[in-house]
């Protein structure tokens, strides 16, 4: 890496870290009564509401999700990455970041997009 310019591994930490930023506060903001008319933020807790929050904005916990995973596992990785050098170590510190995002990523779309129907 050349002085002053970021890597690759910088430069994906940034963009998950701004969208990490709008998709939490959107999640937040889910839990703000006055939003969502009802009067107590206890109220936007109940299952019927989470339950509700799943249905209609189930892309948005998923791609908070995905994004979520991405930017630990990219923090670790980059970490993993500047403690040790070597063509080998490297593919396979790739490998496992990889391998642990999908399975990860699966088990998310798995529980949003099998989300039972509500009692």
């Known amino acids: ?57 189930g892309w948005a916990l998923l791609l908070l999700a995905y994004v979520a995973l ?10 993993l990455l500047e403690l040790r050098q070597g063509r080998m170590y490297t593919a396979t510190i790739n490998a496992l970041f990889w391998i642990v995002f999908i399975v990860f990523a699966a088990i998310a779309t798995l529980t949003v997009v099998k989300l039972p129907a509500y009692p």
């Open 70 to 79: 991405f930017h630990g596992l990219n923090g670790v990785r980059g970490m």
């Open 1 to 57: 890496m050349s002085s002053g310019k970021a890597s690759s591994v910088q430069i994906w930490q940034y963009i998950t870290a701004i969208l990490l930023i709008g998709l939490l506060g959107f999640h937040l903001l889910e839990r703000v009564p006055w939003i969502w008319g009802v009067s107590t933020m206890d109220q936007t807790l109940t299952a019927a509401f989470v339950y509700s929050d799943y249905v209609h904005f």
